[in-house]
C-alpha cells in the first residue's frame, strides 16, 4: 500500500489489485491466501504496468496461482474494511468462482 501512495502523490496514476489464491479458492481453509499487487499507468507506452514491491516484480502480472479478486483505489474501495469483511468478500467470492469453474 505504501507503494500506491508514493505513487500517486507522484502524481502517477495508480490502482490497487487485491487477488487471492488459486489453491485457497479450490480448497478453502481457514487460513486465506492472497496478496496485493499495484498496476500503474505509463503515459509513454498509454497501458497500464503490473507492479509488484513486495516481490520486486515489474511489468509481469500474476501467475496462474493467483485470482484477481477486483480493483480499486485501496481496500476499502473493495468493501474490504478488516478481517472479517475480508474473510465474506473473499468466501463470497469463492462460492462464486467455484459455481463458475466447475461446471
Do not use: C
Amino acid at each position: 500500500m505504501a507503494f500506491i501512495i508514493l505513487a500517486r502523490a507522484s502524481g502517477i496514476p495508480t490502482k490497487y489489485i487485491e487477488t487471492i489464491d488459486r489453491e485457497w479458492l479450490k480448497k478453502g481453509g481457514s487460513s486465506i491466501g492472497g496478496h496485493v499487487y499495484a498496476q500503474v499507468y505509463d503515459e509513454s507506452q498509454s497501458k497500464w504496468v503490473w507492479v509488484d514491491p513486495m516481490g520486486r516484480n515489474i511489468g509481469n502480472p500474476p501467475g496462474e496461482g493467483r485470482v484477481v479478486f477486483d480493483e480499486g483505489l485501496d481496500s476499502w474501495d473493495l468493501g474490504i474494511r478488516d478481517y472479517s469483511t475480508l474473510n465474506g468478500e473473499f468466501e463470497g467470492f469463492r462460492d462464486q468462482w467455484l459455481l463458475k469453474f466447475s461446471s
